[in-house]
T-cell receptor, first 114, second 115 residues
């Protein structure tokens, strides 16, 4: 079945450590996205990529980095520069040129930094 | 810039009743798309329904319908005959048709269906 796989589901890190969240899709979608969700809040866009080897900052990119070396993969690194990294992270993908196609989401990674 | 406003942080509804979740948006674009997503307590985001700004008819998908009033910039989700499984967070989102196709989300409404 086609879909988006995020791993791991839960992640625990010590403050000051960088951590990379995995996101893989087999939907052949061009565009991929990373969102952050805080408790009881909406989703805020961190980074997005519309083609391989290209990505743009979203609304809250500070303290995060991404790469898009393959169409299927869009890993997110939460660096030690991110002030409040504890959150729920959602990866999504969509067709690039179809504005009416919905984003398909993974099941998310819950990151806890202590 | 686009902005989505969901004014109802929480709603409580009796099972089998219809429920309307409010969504208003702000954009200077003439062409855009509006989406509704459901997020159960497990965390996954489930796409429910889509409405294009130039669609003349309100979108419907099973028990979900979208009450789209373009002049008022509102896109309310209507759930008919609510079920216990409808208890979840619901998010309204908007996407521009031109340019970068990122989705901007509202703050969400937590819907609780009581038996």
């Amino acid at each position: 079945d086609g879909g988006i796989t995020q791993s791991p589901k839960y992640l625990f890190r010590k403050e000051g450590q960088n951590v990379t969240l995995s996101c893989e899709q087999n939907l052949n979608h061009d565009a991929m996205y990373w969102y952050r969700q805080d408790p009881g809040q909406g989703l805020r866009l961190i980074y997005y990529s519309q083609i391989v080897n290209d990505f743009q900052k979203g609304d809250i990119a500070e303290g995060y980095s991404v790469s898009r070396e393959k169409k299927e993969s869009f890993p997110l690194t939460v660096t030690s520069a991110q002030k409040n990294p504890t959150a729920f992270y959602l990866c999504a993908s969509s067709w690039k040129s179809s504005y009416n196609s919905p984003l398909h989401f993974g099941n998310g990674t819950r990151l806890t930094v202590t | 810039a686009q902005k989505i406003t969901q004014t109802q942080p929480g709603m409580f509804v009796q099972e089998k009743e219809a429920v309307t979740l409010d969504c208003t948006y702000d954009t200077s674009d003439q062409s855009y798309g509006l989406f509704w997503y459901k997020q159960p307590s497990s965390g996954e985001m489930i796409f429910l329904i889509y409405q294009g700004s130039y669609d003349e008819q309100n979108a419907t998908e099973g028990r979900y319908s979208l009450n789209f009033q373009k002049a008022r910039k509102s896109a309310n989700l209507v759930i008919s005959a609510s079920q216990l499984g409808d208890s979840a967070m619901y998010f309204c989102a908007m996407r521009r048709i031109q340019g970068a196709q990122k989705l901007v989300f509202g703050q969400g409404t937590r819907l609780t269906i009581n038996p």
